[in-house]
């Protein structure tokens, strides 16, 4: 067996290892808080021509249909859970998107404003895998996308 490959199969094993035992906690933040403090560029804001009820369910239909997951794969346990929370005595809304061992994905608030408007703020994980270029082009298309759903006008997943 050649060094090359020795080495491949090598760092394989011990990503599986690594993967297997947890660590994707050190990848993804492991609170609401460090998902805030650590998302690319602290957020994303806009004002949206739409009042907070009907963005959180464009969004929550979206993201139940588009972003949750699980693991089809026989003894795979991978998913993401969306948690949604509408409280309409608080005139705001919230949907979390979270992953395996307590990690935090992305987080949505939806905040009721004058005239019918909702400010939409945005939160994503930046991958520690990826360049802050890159984290930040890829948040912004997410952002795109957010905007999007919550319009209820994305033609995927509305």
Do not use: W
């Not at 460090?34 to 806009?46: C, E």
């Not at 972003?67 to 089809?72: E, F, G, K, N, T």
């Not at 026989?74 to 993401?80: A, G, H």
């Not at 994503?124 to 930040?136: G, Y």
């Amino acid at each position: 067996m050649s060094e090359f490959t020795k080495s491949v199969f090598k760092l394989g094993l011990l990503f599986s290892i690594l993967v297997s035992s947890g660590c994707v906690r050190m990848m993804l933040p492991t609170s609401e808080t460090q998902l805030i403090q650590q998302s690319v560029d602290g957020g994303h804001k806009i004002e949206l021509e739409m009042n907070y009820v009907d963005a959180y369910a464009n969004l929550k239909r979206a993201y139940d249909k588009c972003v949750a997951y699980r693991s089809r794969v026989p003894n795979d346990t991978s998913y993401i859970v969306i948690d949604g929370q509408l409280e309409r005595d608080k005139h705001q809304a919230t949907i979390e998107a979270k992953a395996n061992y307590g990690t935090y994905v992305s987080k949505v608030n939806l905040k009721e404003l004058q005239d019918g408007k909702t400010l939409l703020t945005l939160y994503l994980s930046k991958s520690k895998l990826l360049t802050e270029n890159k984290n930040a082009e890829l948040s912004q298309k997410r952002f795109v996308q957010e905007q999007l759903r919550a319009l209820g006008n994305d033609p995927k997943c509305n």
